[in-house]
């Protein structure tokens, strides 16, 4: 009896003792849901069409990344989780993703990855909530990662990101991170890039930009997650 309650656990979405044996934080459900995807999604940016149309990378514009993927969009049952993710900071949610990830086997061990940055302070403050435990996962699963590329300056934002325009939203991210001169064409071959939320894509496609400066030939985006535009 007390083995029972000192090993209980639970599926970290929806509190189910029915664990996947596939995945073991969550249920065989809650794992099915992540693979179920749009019939037809945009090649470039995974945008759910309509009538061939991506409305998602006419407002990106220029785009500098050469592959995207994410688990699933950032919709309905998928708000809870991201609200787990983002505003909780759970850190337990880093581990899902990361297994789920693996799950998917979009990451090479023979191709080293890195993050969106955070400001040292706003990831001290997050610990394992932020995207450097991402990185220290990975690391020990045996991939080589390269955090602090390019860096988030020290700046207050606002408000939140999708509740701005377009035109903000890109000149606060060109503001926001920059690229150390000392690694201008310091680097070369591929790089994978994670962020947790794609939402218009600006900050991945900036940050895609920056790194393609510092050398490398090929960045390929993952999120965790993607907004659909014009989704309630």
């Not at 581990?95 to 990831?123: E, N, Q």
């Not at 990185?135 to 700046?155: D, S």
Request: charged share 25%; proline share 3%; with cysteine.
């Amino acid at each position: 009896m007390l083995k029972d309650v000192l090993l209980d656990t639970r599926c970290v979405i929806c509190g189910s003792k029915d664990l996947s044996e596939e995945c073991h934080l969550i249920c065989d459900q809650c794992l099915a849901a992540f693979d179920e995807t749009p019939n037809d999604i945009c090649p470039i940016c995974g945008h759910p069409l309509t009538d061939d149309y991506c409305p998602s990378c006419y407002e990106l514009g220029q785009i500098y990344f050469d592959s995207y993927h994410y688990l699933q969009t950032y919709t309905g049952f998928f708000k809870n989780v991201v609200y787990k993710l983002k505003k909780n900071d759970e850190f337990i949610m880093n581990r899902l993703c990361v297994s789920l990830l693996l799950r998917k086997g979009w990451l090479s061990k023979d191709i080293p990855v890195t993050i969106v940055p955070d400001t040292w302070c706003k990831a001290f403050r997050r610990g394992r909530g932020s995207l450097r435990y991402v990185l220290r996962l990975l690391r020990k699963e045996g991939f080589t990662v390269m955090p602090n590329i390019y860096r988030k300056r020290w700046k207050l934002m606002s408000r939140s990101q999708k509740s701005k325009s377009k035109t903000t939203r890109i000149n606060e991210i060109e503001q926001g991170y920059y690229l150390p001169d000392e690694h201008r064409d310091k680097y070369h071959g591929e790089i994978y890039l994670i962020d947790d939320v794609y939402t218009t894509g600006a900050t991945v496609n900036y940050g895609a930009q920056l790194l393609k400066d510092a050398g490398f030939d090929k960045v390929h985006c993952i999120t965790f997650f993607r907004a659909v535009l014009n989704d309630d």
